[in-house]
């Protein structure tokens, strides 16, 4: 069945990567995301990985890019101000198309904002914080079980596609502790790296897809050459200035990853399929959701929950498919409504989209959604 273990979240994301294979981790010490990189000071040389701590987070993405291409799992934990400093280096590694996980638990900003207090501030930044057209996946999980199976997911992904792909937890469920059951190897499906077949001496092409759209990698300093660019470039990864050259990368770094969203959408839904109100949301804050749900469910109404776990590409057509029977659609989260433009976005009747938040530090309670919750039905609206 597994081990039985009793951790924290950000414990639980660690196990989640030593489990996928991580074998780098390079970071720089940052409250709420601390934890992992104390933990995998210890545990990572045990298992014949390496572990670096930083001078600071600019330096640490770009350990890890380096790393992932020598042919290693890497991952690199931060928060807020952490992960503004690695926006150029994750722009580079998008356009470099080189596998790494970057894990941000959030915490109140913008700024040094609130080091040890609970946000959901950092949805937007994931998507749109390194400048350009670009594509990413990013997600994120309510408890530690579903946060070791999303970690795992993260690094699947960031091999099949050879991307970043960043992983949003929070305070809250970074620090709350509760039991996790580590599953016996090979239960859960990895995904390694795509190594090229081609023999020394032949013609390697680093950014050629193949039919399945799938890049084939040689670790860089092995038996071949090739270039590594931040510009745009060719299919030998040599900058390009032709318009032809330039629109066919860019339609793939994106079509790559949006061509996938069915594959790459993660989810849960509660009572969902007869709810007359339900509740979108994601993080800890679905916790609070959840609670509301089972309350209301007790006496009578009907009310769901889908609690998004796939933030980025956001999957527009299941929120539209799960809201279409459902009166009046909730979202629940920790800032100023950044899931909320997504979600009314995505709906047939967005003037029926609502929000229910909290913005300063303090997480979202039962209580808090309740009162929003006969505001809404109480005006009809």
Same mark, same amino acid.
């Given at each position: 069945?597994?081990?039985?273990?009793?951790? +924290?979240?950000? /414990?639980?994301?660690?196990?989640?990567?030593?489990?996928?294979?991580?074998?780098?981790?390079?970071?720089?010490?940052?409250?709420?995301?601390?934890?992992?990189?104390?933990?995998?000071?210890?545990?990572?040389?045990?298992?014949?990985?390496?572990?670096?701590?930083?001078?600071?987070?600019?330096?640490?993405?770009?350990?890890?890019?380096?790393?992932?291409?020598?042919?290693?799992?890497?991952?690199?934990? !931060?928060?807020?101000?952490?992960?503004?400093?690695?926006?150029?280096?994750?722009?580079?590694?998008?356009?470099?198309?080189?596998?790494?996980? *970057?894990?941000?638990?959030?915490?109140?900003?913008?700024?040094?904002?609130?080091?040890?207090?609970?946000?959901?501030?950092?949805?937007? +930044?994931?998507?749109?914080?390194?400048?350009?057209?670009?594509?990413?996946?990013?997600?994120?999980?309510?408890? %530690?079980?579903?946060?070791?199976?999303? !970690?795992?997911?993260?690094?699947?992904?960031?091999?099949?596609?050879?991307?970043? &792909? *960043?992983?949003?937890?929070? /305070?809250?469920?970074?620090?709350?502790? /509760?039991?996790?059951? *580590?599953?016996?190897?090979?239960?859960?499906?990895?995904?390694?790296?795509?190594?090229?077949?081609?023999?020394?001496?032949?013609?390697? %092409? #680093?950014?050629?897809?193949? /039919?399945?759209?799938?890049?084939?990698?040689?670790?860089?300093?092995? &038996?071949?050459?090739?270039?590594?660019?931040?510009?745009? @470039?060719?299919?030998?990864?040599?900058?390009?200035?032709? #318009? +032809?050259?330039? @629109?066919?990368?860019?339609? %793939?770094?994106?079509?790559?990853?949006?061509? @996938?969203?069915?594959?790459?959408?993660?989810?849960?839904?509660?009572?969902?399929?007869?709810?007359? !109100?339900?509740?979108?949301?994601?993080?800890?804050?679905?916790?609070?959701?959840?609670?509301?749900?089972?309350?209301?469910?007790?006496?009578?109404?009907?009310?769901?929950?889908?609690?998004?776990?796939?933030?980025?590409?956001?999957?527009?057509?299941?929120?539209?498919? $799960?809201?279409?029977?459902?009166?009046?659609?909730?979202?629940?989260?920790?800032?100023?409504?950044?899931?909320?433009?997504?979600?009314?976005?995505?709906?047939?009747? #967005?003037?029926?989209?609502?929000?229910?938040?909290?913005?300063?530090?303090?997480?979202?309670?039962?209580?808090?959604?309740?009162?929003?919750?006969?505001?809404?039905?109480? $005006?009809?609206?």
């Amino acid at each position: 069945m597994g081990r039985l273990t009793f951790v +924290q979240g950000n /414990e639980a994301c660690v196990e989640g990567a030593l489990y996928a294979g991580l074998d780098f981790f390079a970071g720089y010490p940052i409250t709420p995301s601390t934890e992992m990189a104390e933990l995998l000071s210890l545990r990572l040389p045990q298992k014949g990985g390496k572990f670096m701590q930083m001078e600071d987070e600019i330096a640490s993405i770009c350990a890890i890019i380096g790393a992932s291409l020598t042919g290693k799992k890497v991952l690199t934990a !931060t928060s807020g101000p952490g992960f503004s400093l690695m926006q150029e280096g994750l722009g580079y590694a998008i356009m470099a198309e080189i596998p790494c996980v *970057i894990v941000d638990v959030q915490r109140g900003g913008p700024s040094t904002g609130l080091p040890t207090k609970v946000s959901q501030g950092d949805v937007n +930044q994931a998507r749109w914080g390194t400048h350009g057209d670009h594509a990413i996946i990013a997600l994120t999980a309510s408890n %530690h079980q579903d946060i070791f199976a999303i !970690t795992v997911d993260a690094f699947n992904f960031s091999e099949t596609y050879r991307t970043p &792909v *960043i992983l949003l937890f929070d /305070e809250v469920v970074g620090h709350m502790r /509760e039991k996790l059951i *580590i599953p016996e190897p090979g239960e859960i499906p990895l995904v390694e790296r795509l190594k090229t077949s081609l023999p020394e001496g032949v013609d390697y %092409h #680093p950014y050629l897809p193949r /039919e399945d759209g799938r890049l084939p990698m040689s670790d860089f300093g092995g &038996v071949h050459r090739y270039n590594v660019t931040g510009l745009a @470039h060719d299919m030998w990864g040599f900058p390009s200035e032709n #318009p +032809q050259v330039v @629109h066919g990368l860019l339609r %793939h770094l994106i079509d790559k990853i949006e061509n @996938h969203v069915d594959d790459v959408t993660r989810f849960r839904e509660v009572h969902v399929e007869d709810a007359e !109100t339900l509740l979108v949301s994601y993080g800890s804050a679905a916790r609070s959701a959840l609670h509301v749900v089972m309350n209301r469910r007790s006496r009578g109404e009907k009310v769901g929950l889908l609690e998004l776990q796939t933030l980025w590409p956001f999957p527009a057509a299941l929120v539209r498919e $799960k809201a279409k029977k459902a009166t009046y659609v909730v979202v629940v989260e920790m800032n100023m409504g950044q899931v909320l433009h997504s979600v009314k976005s995505a709906v047939d009747e #967005p003037s029926r989209v609502f929000l229910a938040n909290r913005v300063d530090g303090t997480l979202i309670t039962p209580t808090d959604i309740r009162n929003i919750l006969r505001l809404i039905q109480g $005006k009809g609206v």
